[in-house]
């Protein structure tokens, strides 16, 4: 009859936990607790409960009654190696890993689970993706195996793939906000703030005290400018000293607001000190008390964070492919290519807000946005894809400069209005419109065929001042040359080698705008820049912090503001260690 009685109870504690009751399970399963003989699976259960709910001690207290009962129960095993992982105390995880594996003998989806764990943490990624494969195939509801293959997804920035594949285990466990959160840092990463912010609130229904839903829906409000909304929430954990890679970066990025942002590096140290952080989170936490650092004039403190931050993730920057890709532009964008290249037959005159990344481009943007007549579109891919798809059209084979040669006035003509379709569809109202994707400097070639009465805007600051921001921000994983200071220098070289090409060759017309011309002669600038793109003057560009629009850049904060100095000659503060940087931007491989 107990028995039974415990069956019962456990079948219903099931139902409750894919309902997301976790809490109501619990106190389910606590009935059961004492009965004799005691049941191992009462405490598995109430276990993976309280790991949804975040309630991480009584988690592990749980699992190892568990184990304490039953020596051989493999997923307990599993799901504190999860736990200790969850929290970045990797050390403490292999152990109920490998126990797990030794235990099953890879009989169960869990102990592959596990394999593919240990493998991720030791950059075995391929190894880590047939583990994972093997666990979902056994198992196809195992939540661990989802979130496992979709961390490989968002550690090479395929955040899409990653999203597809946690919507999966979504599809098994609707609250479950171990996967609700990853979504919406997945989606926060792709620039969908809003829907982002969604999820984390669908977390916090789920579970009100969960730390990572609580960092996350902050994080999007300090993106917001919203950083006293950010601070009240999470001053509860902060106070009840909740560890959390997450919680340290959004304290840092909202700290000024109460100025205690002592206080926020102290609790970042304590994290660095108590946690075993993976190389993603310390990355970002090292990113973001720089930042605090730098704001608070403590200078070599700050750049030793930012070059931890920037050496926690090694990366190849390949400076000979670089080299040669630029060379091939030249090349096949000669003189004599130019005038022979077909035009297309449009009218449209849209235009490219260009330059290395951190020279202010999203200021320019941001000041043109604020003219009644302008569609600021933002980075846009648009164009590198649609050249992409021409010369996979074209033959992949073929030299680069023979692609150029072989396009056809159909050709230039589809291609153009592929791009200007996609443009005007964002605003059918606007007569001008401009696409700000920086790296688009390396198809200024195309841009003159493509769109003849384009205009062209080409921002430029200090290089020193460009590449230290450049090192400063903390990029995805595709901006390779941006991890070391000697990689940026050359990128610059590059960058201005081309560019210098460009000019002797290009017949369209390039406005130069410089950042230290703006700063100090805002009104004379934005005068000579709107006349440029053919507009009338309008005093709101020079109020363009009042326009209420999304920027999803690096500068997102700054344009929000009335124009600052403070970021004119900043190189001046990091002067002793800039020397890699010199040497770079003088010689590049």
């Known amino acids: 009859m107990q028995a039974h009685k415990i069956a019962n109870g456990k079948q219903k504690a099931h139902q409750l ?5 976790f809490n109501e399970a619990i106190l389910l399963l606590n009935k059961f607790k004492n009965t004799k003989p005691v049941d191992a699976e009462i405490f598995l259960i109430s276990g993976s409960c309280h790991i949804n709910l975040s309630n991480w001690d009584k988690a592990i207290a749980a699992l190892k009654q568990c184990i304490q009962l039953e020596s051989g129960a493999a997923q307990a095993y599993y799901l504190l190696g999860s736990i200790y992982s969850e929290i970045g105390e990797h050390s403490k995880a292999f152990p109920f890993y490998e126990a797990t594996i030794k235990i099953s003998n890879y009989s169960i989806a869990e102990a592959h689970a596990a394999k593919g764990r240990i493998n991720l943490a030791q950059g075995l990624v391929d190894d880590a993706k047939k583990e994972f494969d093997i666990a979902i195939n056994k198992q196809p509801h195992l939540i661990d ?85 950010a601070a009240k929430l999470i001053s509860p954990l902060i106070s009840k000293n ?24 102290a609790y970042a140290e304590t994290l660095f000190e108590e946690l075993s952080l993976s190389k993603v989170a ?15 004039n403590d200078y070599d403190n700050a750049f030793q964070h930012y070059k931890k931050a920037n050496d926690s993730i090694k990366q190849m920057y390949d400076s000979v492919t670089h080299t040669q890709r630029i060379n091939s532009t030249i090349e096949a964008f000669s003189v004599d290519a130019m005038l022979s290249l077909p035009r297309a037959n449009n ?26 007549s302008v569609y600021a579109a933002g980075e846009l891919d648009d164009l590198s894809l649609i050249i992409s798809r021409q010369h996979k059209a074209s033959g992949s084979n073929k030299a680069f400069s023979d692609q150029i040669k072989s396009l056809s006035s159909t050709d230039i003509n589809n291609m153009a209005q592929q791009y200007l379709n996609n443009l005007n569809e ?13 790296h688009n400097f390396f198809l200024l070639g195309y841009i003159q065929v493509l769109f003849p009465n384009a205009r062209i805007i080409h921002c430029r600051r200090n290089p020193l001042d460009t590449c230290l921001s450049i090192y400063f921000q903390n990029f995805n994983e595709q901006h390779t040359y941006a991890k070391s200071l000697f990689d940026i220098g050359t990128h610059y070289f590059h ?5 210098k090409h460009w000019d002797s060759i ?10 230290e011309d703006l700063i100090s002669s805002q009104e004379e600038t934005t005068r000579a820049l709107l006349e440029f793109c053919g507009l009338p003057w309008d005093e709101k560009c020079l109020e363009f912090h009042n326009v209420k629009r999304t920027v999803d850049t690096a500068s997102h904060d700054q344009v929000r503001q009335k124009l600052y100095s403070k970021s004119v000659a900043r190189w001046k503060h990091y002067d002793k260690h800039l020397d890699d940087l010199k040497e770079g931007l003088e010689r590049a491989y």
């Open 17 to 21: 936990i894919k309902k997301g009751k």
């Open 145 to 229: 195996a989802y979130l496992g293959y979709a961390a490989i997804c968002q550690q090479s920035s395929q955040y899409q793939d990653a999203i597809n594949t946690l919507k999966k285990a979504l599809s098994y466990e609707p609250k479950n906000p171990r996967i609700l959160c990853p979504i919406a840092t997945c989606l926060a990463n792709l620039l969908q703030k809003d829907e982002a912010m969604t999820y984390y609130k669908r977390a916090l229904r789920a579970n009100p005290q969960n730390a990572e839903a609580t960092a996350g829906l902050a994080m999007m409000l300090n993106f917001k400018g919203k950083y006293k909304e």
């Open 426 to 438: 964002l605003s059918k109202s606007a007569t001008h419109h401009t696409d700000k994707m920086p």
């Open 347 to 372: 009218n449209d005159s849209p235009i490219f807000i260009v330059g290395m990344p951190r020279s202010g481009t999203s200021l320019t943007e941001q000041i043109l946005a604020a003219h009644p």
């Open 282 to 296: 310390e990355k970002n936490l090292h990113f973001a008390v720089a930042k605090v650092l730098d704001r608070s």
């Open 506 to 515: 290009l017949t369209m017309p390039i406005f130069e705008i410089n950042y």
């Open 242 to 265: 909740i560890l959390r890679s997450s919680l340290g970066v959004a304290y840092a990025q909202c700290c000024h607001i109460n100025k205690d942002c002592d206080k926020a590096v």
């Open 495 to 499: 960058y201005e080698r081309l560019m």
